[in-house]
């Protein structure tokens, strides 16, 4: 059995996934945040079943990649049932859609989430005479407490196998309908094999000029024939006359099955004043940022500190008796290294800024900042959506460049990608704060963080100017606050913080001991000769050209290979402040890992990615060479 979950953006879909099959689909508080196909098995008292969480879509011809992979799967897929997420609060503008999967006749159940938000808006739905006007089940759920998951299951189950029910009060205009049920009956008599439903493909004709499988071209010269009278009786095109009639309809449905009261006082409303303040809004985000900053540069530091000294302590006593010239040291050696970089430099500043990205995200203040900053983006040729990734990539670059799906056009998506890599990732994050931050202070890191900004913003600019185009205005749904959970906010940072253990981790480890036998046996100091044009532009140490090597696997591998090349965890005592500041910024900008140059080759092809990996690569020699001139000039 395989069961979609489909739904507008931000509705709750991932939430009940991860809440009945395990944290698999990573949740945030705001829209475009699953932009990928995530599946999970559950059982159903006797029989399993694949839970599919489609991405957030308005329409099943959706404007953009994200959508369209939503609407392609429901399409392309056998789907046994469907399971039609709605928010309650929004629950007019939410059924268009929800009329537009009935169209599928595939069996589904209308699962009426955030009901806790709806009342507090004044909203109080009639479940059962709603599930009466629209033909199939309809429960309510409170998906972020798991409340009223018991009945949706066994709705789910009760309706496999059975389809929407038909409901005359679903009943389009006479005129619209009328032209709807005559191009069915040519699809009908054609006698063209389908798997989709005549009347579908009916009207998806009307709506797109497209009808799947229609082979007779006498079929479809009637069916335009038809299409075009009633376009120019309505004087609209065909998508808009459709997009009409399901808006009439579930505005017709809301009246019968809904009242509207007073809304609760809400508090939220207030802080929303004052975060969205076309001046306040920027001093609240400015200060958030420097605190975030502040806290996890404050808790990794005092960490990374306290496990350096004991885990040092613990290596002298393990060593004790051991040659420290034989092969068997130097591997035990390196090993150790390795593990100790994991623990005590990577995770101290990873594990807290993990845990208060997932905050903001949950909390929903990301929206917020998307539309402070549209106006920014705008002078750089693209709008505040183009904001969230560029914040995810502040936690992961591969996200990113998926999340750049949901902006419209190509250009758009290449744009915001390439900005994207630039923005230092988790792991660059922890080597601007362990290098950085730890041996020249946190001003100094957070100069970095300012300089990338400065940089991304003037990337941007150059990128419009080669690439022009004008982006369309920001249409972005801003969801309502909320308190996180924090078992929610545990299961996202682990879901995050698993690839660093299970996959980054064994690679600084085994990173490690290769560069330690490439020592051992002299191998790294031919790597070194062949990097050295390049590591003598930069001005730094012979030694750290290997280093970099590392880095197309993974960031945080630089930092603890930066060790093992000096010979030293005391980076200050053999790097200047020109060369730790010099490495960092080549670190920040140069070309990102290899996982990230899949993902954005997937996203916007070969080519660009060649091309945008040929700018990371100009642009961090270009910065750390004009750094180096900096501090020379500087006495």
Partial sequence: MRIALAGQPNCGKSTILNYVAGYRSETANFPGSSVKVT??????????????????TYTLTGSNRAESIAGEYLLDHKIDLIVNVVDASLLCRSLELTLELRELSIPMVVCLNMADDAVRKGITIDGGRLSELLGVPVVKTIARRGEGFDKLFVAIKETIGVPPAESPALAWDKDVETVV?????????AGDESPYPDKFRAIRYLETGFCYSIRAPEISAQALKLKTAIERKRGRTGDAI???????????????????????????????????????????????????FWA????????????????????DQLSRGMNQHTLGFTLFKSAWDGLVGGAAIVLPYLVPFLFGLAVLEDIGYLPRVAYLMDGLLHRIGLHGTSMLPLILGYGCSVPACMAARILPSRRDRFIASVLAILVPCSARSNVIFALVAFYLGPWWALAIFLLNIAIVIGSGWMMRKIWPEV??????EVP????PRISILLSKVWLRLREFITLCWPLLIGGSVVLALANYFGWDHAINVALSPLTRLLGLPFAVGTTLIFGLLRKELTLIMLAQALGTS?????MTTAQIVGYTLFITFYMPCLSTVAALAKEVGKKL?????????????LVCVIARLVAVALP
């Fill in 570 to 574: 005391h980076v200050n005592t053999v």
């Fill in 39 to 56: 599946t999970g098995n559950i059982r159903l008292n006797g029989f399993v079943a694949e839970l599919v969480d489609l991405p957030g």
């Fill in 242 to 292: 459709v997009m009409g009639e399901r808006h009439d309809v579930s505005l017709r449905v809301f009246e019968q099955a809904a009242t509207v009261g007073k809304p609760q006082s809400d508090i939220r409303n207030k802080v929303d004043a004052v975060v969205t303040h076309p001046v306040w809004g920027y001093l609240v985000l400015f200060g958030l940022l420097i605190g975030f």
């Fill in 480 to 483: 309502r606050y909320q308190w």
């Fill in 471 to 476: 982006s369309p205005g920001m249409v972005l």
């Fill in 296 to 315: 996890i540069f404050g808790i990794g530091s005092h960490i990374e500190a306290f496990l350096q000294a004991h885990l040092a302590s613990g290596f």
């Fill in 181 to 189: 049920d005559r191009i069915e009956k040519m699809i009908r008599n």
């Fill in 609 to 621: 990615t060649t091309y945008a990996m040929a700018y990371t690569f100009a642009l961090a020699v």
